[in-house]
Each structure stands twice: as C-alpha cells, then as structure tokens.
C-alpha cells in the first residue's frame, strides 16, 4: 500500500502532464478534426488513470480501516478490564483517522480532476462532431463559436454556426453541470458516511477529525452550487 503523499505526487504529476498536453493540442485556440479526436484520446486516458489512482486511494482507506478494524478487537480483547479495552480502541480509532484523512484529501483532489477531464472530453467530441457537421476546417476552443472554413461558403457556414451558438453553449453546460453533480453525489455520500459516525462517536479528538472532513465537504459543496447556479443563471 502506497502512503497518500506518494498518492498526491502521483496525481499532481499526471494533471501537470494532462494539462501540457492538452495545452498543445489547442496552442492557438483552435483545432482541427484529427486534434479534436486526439484531445478526446487524451482526456479519456487522462480519466482512466485518475479512475485507478482513486481506486487505489479507496484501496488503501478500506486497508487501513481494516487493520484498524482488527487492531481494536485485539486490544479490547487483551484489556485487563472493559474501560482500558475501550480506551486502548479509542487511540486506535483516532490513529486510523489521522492515517485515512490524507487519503479522502486525495479522494477530494481526484474528484475534481475526474469533472475536468470528462468536461474536456465533451468539448473535444463536441468539437468533434460539429467539425464533421458543417464541414469546418477549425473550430475555436472551448467556446466553439468561431468557425474558419477554407471555401467559398465560409460566410454562409458562419451564419450557420451563428444560429446553432446557443445550442451548443447550453449543450456545453449541461455536460459540465453532469459531471459536477456527479461529482456532489460522491461528496454528499461522503458527508453522510462521516455524519453517521459522529452521531454514535463521543471521543473528542476524533469526533473533531469527522467535523474537519464534513466542513471541507460542505465547502465543496457550496462551489459546486455555486457554480451550477451560476451557470443556470448566466
């Protein structure tokens, strides 16, 4: 099991990665066809390798909780009496919470990246897909408003593209708005799981730990509120 400091090294790395390669992708603001399609490789490799490393981060938390787990038992077990069992488990319960803390901050990390890429994804397929429509030569990212073609019609297929702008912004924020709440869906779960135990946990310490967690969740949450409000609104 690898710690959750060599876990967020991994994933900051792989996003400086992504974002070099998507930076040259769309250097000049615009893309082609066959960049469109290499955009949506590239965000659809860059979501499977954040898919493992949050596989892995859960793999490590479910570990720990685990030993934990059977740590605690042992303890109450070779206890001289019930109040030194449930003293000794707990300290436990407190170690495990500081152990597994910096991997749900990994887990936070992971989720927003995950949006990000699915976001970038529709783009480049939306991107994709009007190229092959209007038969456009380039097609401006992210907004995808200005249409450069290399024929006579250029001014034609640019009305063209004028009529469908709306279409296409409302389309772009419903995929992001998707993704964010599926996203908010992960963290609401999160939040009702730490909930739950600090309604049957009464030590101090950790019960301050279960509060930090579903504060930083609820602060999460509010961006992504926010955000889909916002664009609902605008």
């Known amino acids: 099991m690898r710690g959750a400091d060599e876990l967020q090294r991994d994933v900051e790395t792989l996003a400086e990665e992504y974002a070099a390669l998507i930076g040259g992708v769309q250097e000049d603001g615009y893309i082609d066809n066959d960049e469109a399609i290499l955009g949506g490789e590239y965000a659809e490799e860059y979501r499977k390798k954040l898919q493992a490393l949050r596989k892995e981060a859960q793999g490590a938390i479910k570990e720990i909780r685990a030993t934990y787990r059977q740590r605690m038992k042992e303890a109450r077990a070779s206890a001289v009496s019930i109040g030194r069992g449930r003293e000794l488990a707990n300290q436990l319960g407190d170690e495990r919470v500081d152990v597994t803390?910096?991997?749900?901050?990994?887990?936070?990390?992971?989720?927003?990246?995950?949006?990000?890429?699915?976001?970038?994804?529709?783009?480049?397929?939306?991107?994709?897909?009007?190229?092959?429509?209007?038969?456009?030569?380039?097609?401006?990212?992210?907004?995808?408003l200005n249409i450069s073609v290399d024929d006579d019609d250029a001014d034609d297929e640019s009305l063209a593209q004028m009529d469908n702008e709306e279409s296409a912004d409302n389309e772009s924020?419903?995929?992001?708005?998707?993704?964010?709440?599926?996203?908010?869906?992960r963290w609401q779960a999160m939040w009702s799981e730490a909930n739950d135990r600090l309604l049957v946990n009464t030590h101090p310490k950790q019960a301050s730990h279960l509060r930090g967690i579903m504060k930083a969740l609820e602060l999460a949450l509010q961006d992504v509120d926010v955000l889909v409000n916002g664009q609902q609104t605008e």
């Open 101 to 144: 803390n910096p991997y749900y901050a990994v887990l936070l990390r992971l989720d927003r990246l995950l949006a990000e890429a699915r976001l970038t994804k529709a783009t480049f397929q939306a991107a994709h897909e009007k190229l092959s429509e209007i038969g456009a030569a380039s097609v401006l990212i992210p907004q995808m």
């Open 173 to 185: 924020a419903s995929q992001f708005d998707d993704a964010l709440r599926e996203v908010a869906g």
